[in-house]
């Protein structure tokens, strides 16, 4: 009988590396129907009954992507008789997000510790057997680009599918979740009975339309179900959606630490610097802080030097130039006589004028001054003059006189992304995004839109869910 096996993990995981190694060159390579998300099967090389599907890479299973969509409906569809999830062992807490997700399905589990021998030349360790207690099902230390477990990885994978239980696991969330979902599945009743029960009775505790419109439940049953919805948002002070994902991350990180031991090096720079702007209380603190300052920076100092010199030179009254000696003692002469009574008397009645600097080979330099001064030597018409000077220039000087400040705000902003920090802030975004019903994502363009909608709006291809892009387009 054929054994179907599913190798699903996060992108960039070593997925690829150890699906080449089991199939070899028995792979066949197409498209998932109805989406351009790339498909590939496999015969594992050890036996030919085996047939090892190779998932997209996704980080989660909720359904904001193409890629997260197709894994998850794969998953549900029991072709699967058993599940190989693939850790990236250097990134364990990060990478069980996935895992926590693909045992609350209820297919028999298998997970591979990819990339064990970076761990241990880190000098850190893994205790497998305590994560295979907490998690409940079979750990497999691997390193699929040296070829390290990958038979001992098959083997466990076989047995677990021939066994066929689902992974009997410790890991859950707090009291009020838990107590929330049991009414879920009390409320739904045999609608979600079966392996996915759990899933079910977390995705409609969550308000994922996808399920609900998948299950079709009565319009009574789904109002008992918001109502416990509420309930726990009001006692949390939160959604539902992010109470249940903060849940799992704290659930994955006591395991992690009680599992996971770092070797007793410090701490990169890098990761010295997450800590701090990636914190939950002084993440959006540091965030305001920056960004005020690049907005200071691109608008108020150095951009506005740029764009003063823009509009009150080149497009402006220009420059005087030949500042003589002689025009600066007769300027210094006339201040002096306006301090008299009679001199200001004698200015206001026009009897002495403020010094000319024409009269003393000063001139002025500036595209106005330059096109105007050559349009009244060849006697063009005021209307011709007026369209010259007051539409086309003063139109062109207007728009690259606010060029500068876009230039450097969006220098600062390239530096920002250029070093991490955009994605770290689309992360802290990310919980408050979800309450508008946009992804963290949808920060970025946002931000870049306070500048100029041209860029922000092509800055949007970065948000791979189609319903988040027209939205963070449209808002």
Known sequence: MAINIALAGNPNCGKTTMFNDLTGANQYVGNWPGVTVEKKEGKYRGDKEVVITDLPGVYSLSPYTPEEIVTRDYLMSGKPDVVVNLVDATNLERNLYLTTQIIDLGIPVVLALNMMDLVEKNGDSINVAELSRHLGCPVVETSALKGRGMDALMERAIAEAKKGTAPTTEFGFGQKVEEALAKVIDIAGARISGRHARWYAIKLLEGEQLTIDKL?????????????????????????????????????????????????????????????????????????????????????????????????????????????????????????????????????????????????????????????????????????????????????????????????????????????????VAFIMDRIFRRFGLSGKSFIPMLIASGCGVPAVMATKTIENEKDRRMTIMT
């Open 216 to 424: 079709n439940l009565p319009a009574g049953e789904l109002s008992k179900i918001a109502a416990v919805r509420e309930a726990l948002e009001d006692a949390e002070d939160d959604d539902a959606e992010s109470i249940i994902t903060n849940e799992r991350y704290d659930a994955i990180g006591d395991v992690c630490a009680e599992c996971v031991k770092k070797s007793p090096k410090a701490m990169t720079t890098t990761q010295k610097i997450d800590r701090v702007v990636t914190n939950r209380i002084l993440g959006i603190p540091i965030f305001i802080v920056i960004m005020f300052l690049v907005y200071y920076i691109s608008v108020s100092t150095v951009g506005t030097l740029v764009t003063d010199w823009a509009n009150d030179g080149l497009f402006g009254d220009g420059w005087l130039y030949t500042n003589t000696e002689a025009y600066d003692a007769a300027v210094e002469e006339f201040e002096g006589v306006l301090e008299t009574a009679e001199g200001a008397a004698a200015f206001e009645a026009g009897e002495i004028e403020e010094p000319d600097p024409a009269d003393y080979g000063l001139y002025h330099v500036g595209v106005p001054v330059v096109v105007g001064g050559w349009l009244e030597a060849v006697g063009a018409a005021p209307w011709v003059q007026s369209l010259v000077l007051d539409g086309i220039i003063a139109g062109v000087g207007a728009v690259i006189g606010f060029i500068p400040q876009l230039i450097v705000l969006f220098i600062l902003l390239g530096f920002l992304e250029g070093c991490g920090y955009m994605a770290r």
